[in-house]
């Protein structure tokens, strides 16, 4: 029998787990990206040098190495390209390419919700600093002004006043890939925000999960999250209503099977919003922590749906206690020196991943590739959760040198 082969755009970390589920289940894994040091390349059957933005470029590579699926994960920048080569070659796929590019463009993505009766902030897209500016007295504030087409916090700003505002449209057209930023309403939240992940199976929810979304205001970038827990600060009226509107977001764009990372949150005044929903496994780990957490193993499912073959099946199950992943961090540039946890803290110590070594030069959270490793810890009870995660620094202490 011909052995299947699988092609994963990017090279980062949180590809590693997809790699270890495609070699037990005895795919050949290709890695591709433009950075040949990127460490999944090092764990993957074979490397290909390509720009995994430019879906020319992987479509003909995917057609050389004939392969039998594609897809990117907590990669954001392939899920264009993954979705083109998918539609391109007849693979199995997320769904139509023209609702994985609504998906994957902010403001687009805005104006379909709005067009489609879903609650949506108010939003503007723009193609020059001249254009943004020059549509200010629309503006009401806060707001936030972001690309539309980056991941990982990169390029996001809260502006709170006019004065602000040239400086936050500058740094979001400086890592905008396609030229393009968004400037919308920041939505005061209550409680915390939500980002995780969920599985649909041939355009159907088969698990939905939501956290809760926590940051570190003295970091680089406070709006890049710094911790995650489960289960999530929602009510079950209002997880309720975003499981619907999840589904009905996913059955109106056509979608079909994939791990969807999804970010949501509910106003002060309880109105429900999804902010963002894309066809990729989110970045810092989060289908690992709900592999944790409840036992639902997305990763393998995903990984044989893409070349295939029938995925095992996913089903809604409860969290089995209260869980939380610390994404470590450095607060400014420096030295890393060590790590240290204080025994007070009233937790099990599930995983320490660290990924770095004393010596390392480490840069100030200012993204999410940022960090320098993960805690994975359970507590017994909501309340000692709480009172932990509230401030981490009470019991976890990350040594940075100043250069």
């Known amino acids: 029998m011909k052995q299947k082969k699988l092609m994963l755009l990017g090279g980062i970390r949180y590809l590693l787990p997809v790699i270890k589920a495609a070699h037990e289940q005895g795919y050949y894994?290709?890695?591709?990206?433009?950075?040949?040091?990127?460490?999944?390349?090092?764990?993957?059957?074979?490397?290909?040098?390509?720009?995994?933005?430019?879906?020319?470029?992987?479509?003909?590579?995917?057609?050389?190495?004939?392969?039998?699926?594609?897809?990117?994960?907590?990669?954001?920048?392939?899920?264009?390209?993954?979705?083109?080569?998918?539609?391109?070659?007849?693979?199995?796929?997320?769904?139509?390419?023209?609702?994985?590019?609504?998906?994957?463009?902010?403001?687009?993505?805005?104006?379909?919700?709005?067009?489609?009766?879903?609650?949506?902030?108010?939003?503007?897209?723009?193609?020059?600093?001249?254009?943004?500016?020059?549509a200010r007295n629309n503006f009401s504030y806060p707001l936030i002004v972001k690309p539309t087409d980056s991941a990982g916090s990169k390029g996001c700003t809260r502006v709170d006043s006019e004065e602000e505002l040239p400086t936050a449209i500058e740094y979001a057209f400086k890592y905008t890939i396609g030229g393009h930023i968004i400037i919308e309403e920041f939505l005061e939240k209550k409680g915390c925000s939500s980002d995780t992940d969920s599985y649909a199976l041939e355009g159907k929810l088969k698990f939905v999960s939501f956290s809760a979304q926590r940051f570190d205001a003295k970091a680089t970038n406070p709006y890049t999250p710094a911790a995650y827990s489960w289960p999530s600060t929602f009510t079950k009226e209002e997880e309720g209503y975003l499981t619907k509107e999840i589904q009905r977001l996913i059955t109106l764009l056509g979608m079909k099977t994939s791990v969807f990372n999804i970010e949501t949150r509910v106003s002060p005044s309880n109105k429900p919003y999804i902010m963002e929903l894309t066809p990729r496994g989110g970045g810092n780990r989060l289908c690992e922590m709900l592999r944790y957490a409840t036992g639902v193993d997305m990763i393998t499912a995903i990984t044989r749906a893409m070349v295939g073959d029938e995925p095992d099946a996913i089903e809604q199950k409860p969290y089995n206690g209260h869980?939380?992943?610390?994404?470590?961090?450095?607060?400014?540039?420096?030295?890393?020196?060590?790590?240290?946890?204080?025994?007070?803290?009233?937790?099990?110590?599930?995983?320490?991943?660290?990924?770095?070594?004393?010596?390392?030069?480490?840069?100030?959270?200012?993204?999410?590739?940022?960090?320098?490793?993960?805690?994975?810890?359970?507590?017994?009870n909501a309340e000692e959760l709480e009172k932990a995660i509230a401030d981490p620094k009470q019991w976890l202490n990350v040594i940075i040198r100043k250069p």
């Open 29 to 134: 894994v290709i890695t591709a990206d433009y950075l040949p040091d990127n460490i999944a390349h090092k764990y993957s059957d074979e490397y290909v040098n390509v720009s995994i933005i430019d879906k020319e470029a992987v479509l003909k590579v995917a057609q050389e190495k004939q392969i039998d699926g594609i897809m990117s994960f907590g990669v954001d920048p392939g899920v264009v390209a993954a979705s083109y080569v998918q539609n391109k070659m007849g693979l199995p796929s997320f769904g139509p390419f023209e609702s994985v590019e609504i998906l994957q463009n902010k403001d687009k993505f805005r104006t379909f919700l709005a067009e489609n009766g879903f609650n949506v902030p108010w939003a503007f897209g723009f193609s020059s600093m001249e254009e943004a500016w020059q």
């Open 323 to 380: 869980w939380a992943e610390i994404i470590l961090h450095a607060e400014k540039d420096g030295e890393f020196v060590g790590l240290q946890i204080d025994s007070s803290l009233p937790a099990e110590i599930v995983e320490e991943d660290l990924w770095v070594n004393p010596g390392d030069f480490v840069h100030g959270f200012e993204a999410a590739n940022d960090a320098i490793g993960t805690l994975v810890l359970r507590f017994d």
